[in-house]
Structure formats: C-alpha cells, structure tokens
C-alpha cells in the first residue's frame, strides 16, 4: 500500500469516527472498499446490518438500491451512496406503473419483487426477497400463482421446484446475462477438475450445465465447505478477493470476462472520504412510498 492510500484510510476512518458512520460494502466492491468496510455481505446481510445498526450515519458502499433499502429501513439515519451514478440495469427494467399494470392484467395474484429494483416498486409488492431466499419467500405465500419480479432468470431458477406457477417479469441483469454456455464448455476445457459455481440471475441454459447454483452467500459458503480444490465462479468479479482471502489452498477462475458490473466499480476510497467529507450524497425516500416499501421488505426479514 502507497502513502497515498494510506494516507487515504487515515482520514477515512477519521470522518468515519467524527460522523459516527458505519461503512457496508457489497460483496462486489473493489477489494480496497471491501477492506475498510465494517461489514461486507450481500444484498440480505447489508439490509439485516441496515436494520440494526446503532451508527447514526451509513455509507453504504453498493449500487442505488442497496442505499434506498438501507433509507427505507432507517428513517432517522442518514444514508450515503458514495457514487450517485451507481445504478442498476435490472432495477431499471421495472418502474411502480409498469408493475400496477402488471397487476392490473393479474388481479389478486401476490406480488414477489427482488430487492434489485426501486423503492417504488417494493412500496407495489406484497413481498421482497433476495437471491438467497428467493424460493423460501415464495414458498411461504399461500397462493398458486405469484407474480415474480424484475428478475426472469432467477425466477425460471427457484419455479423448477415449486408447485405454483411465477409469472415472470422479462427483466435481467446486464452482467450476468453475458454469461455465455461456451464459456462453461470453455473453462471445463481449460480445468477438468474443477467445479462451475454459478449465480441464478444467469441465464438457464447456464445454469443448466453448473455444478452448483447460489447466492454470493451461497457460492462462498460451498467453496469454504467443499473439498474442491478448482473452482470457477460465474458471477460479478468483486466476489473473488474474498474467495481467495477466506481459501488461500483453492485455485479461482472467472467464467467470463465479462463479468464486471461497472457500476459496482464506481465507488472508491476517494469516493467515500469525499461522501464523509460533504454528507453526499443522502438518498432520501418519500414517506407514503417508505412505508409501504417497509412492510414488504420486513415481510422478508421475518422469514431470513
Ligand atoms: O443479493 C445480492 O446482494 C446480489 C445482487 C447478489 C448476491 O447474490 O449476493
């Protein structure tokens, strides 16, 4: 580490101590984040932390959404996104009309949304739910029918075992969608021995030829328990520093190279001492829309 960055992580912890911050980072930051984040996790785990924590002001290291569900669950906090442009593609492929009109073709049918998606669209949905629980929080609805969004892949994933039928909204994440099935032939062919872990936003055909399907949870919650030595990873890069960190013995190979979400690069070290420095950028969520967005993203943490 330069005198730079260290000098960098300096005043970062200083702000962090003087705000009395508490900093989250998705498990797909770039490694310098995940090292001075106080927790890092996924989507699940951050909006658990979020729930909890007795820090006044949340700097939460991640894309828009991550932020927004940190704000709806802590309304006396503040809750900072270090780089504002953070977005999501997926989030972006559903808005509350277009869900209203869903429903509308569907009366009475429940609502599943992915915690991928806006404020408005969870304030719309009966339920939220994560790649780590998503076929648990369909399970638990009394209903044949659900209306599962903005997520197709993981959708198609969880329905293979239940006896209900999801109706789909035809969303996906730009970064896992570019997960090809040559590159799983590809990387067998480059490593025999080794296991194909794949996340299920992947596309079916993907997920059909994986040795293991989950989670960021999930995917490293096998590769600490298997005996595998050899294993590639087919979902967002950032995942692999802590891989390698928690299996220093194990060998890990991206599935693609096109697995890097940019906008979860956006945000550095800098990006954060600037976010302490100025309380920028606050995402707020209006009121009438937090509370409805509330009890569905509580409905989900009642079950996890
Ligand atoms: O749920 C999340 O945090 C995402 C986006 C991926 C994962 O599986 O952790």
């Excluded at 498990?27 to 927790?39: C, F, G, P, R, S």
């Excluded at 075992?161 to 109706?167: N, T």
């Excluded at 096998?222 to 294993?231: I, V």
């Excluded at 060998?251 to 600037?274: A, D, W």
Aim: proline fraction near 5%.
């Amino acid at each position: 580490m330069g005198p730079l960055t260290e000098e960098l992580i300096r005043r970062l912890l200083e702000l962090k101590e003087r705000r009395r911050a508490v900093i989250l980072a998705h498990n797909y930051q770039l490694k310098e984040v995940q090292d001075v984040a106080d927790y890092v996790g996924d989507s699940l785990a951050l909006a658990q932390k979020a729930a909890t924590t007795a820090a006044e002001v949340i700097v939460l290291c991640g894309v828009y959404f991550m932020a927004e569900t940190a704000a709806i669950l802590n309304p006396d906090k503040k809750v900072l996104l270090p780089e504002r442009s953070a977005g999501c593609p997926l989030a972006d492929t559903i808005d509350a009309d277009g869900l209203r009109e869903a429903k509308r073709r569907h009366p009475g049918v429940p609502v599943v949304c992915y915690v991928n998606s806006s404020a408005a669209v969870k304030a719309e949905s009966d339920i939220c739910c994560t790649s780590s629980n998503a076929e648990k929080v369909v399970r638990s609805l009394p209903a044949a029918r659900v209306l599962f969004v903005p997520d197709y892949n993981l959708g198609h994933y969880i329905s293979r075992g239940l006896d209900k039928e999801l109706i789909l909204w035809p969303g996906s994440c730009t970064t896992h969608a570019r997960v090809k099935p040559e590159d799983v032939h590809k990387a067998r062919e480059a490593h025999p021995d080794a296991l194909v872990l794949v996340h299920p936003e992947c596309s079916p055909e993907v997920v059909e030829l994986a040795d293991f399907v989950g989670s960021t949870s999930a995917i490293l919650k096998f590769a600490r328990e298997t005996s595998a030595k050899t294993l590639i990873i087919g979902t967002e890069m950032g995942i692999l520093y802590r891989l390698k960190r928690e299996n220093p013995s194990k060998q890990f190979y991206l599935l693609s190279p096109g697995l890097i979400c940019p906008n979860m690069k956006y945000t550095r070290l800098e990006s954060i001492v600037h976010s302490l420095e100025t309380m920028s950028f606050q995402v707020k969520v209006a009121e009438d829309i937090r509370l409805r967005a509330k009890e569905a993203l509580e409905r989900m943490l009642a079950l996890s």
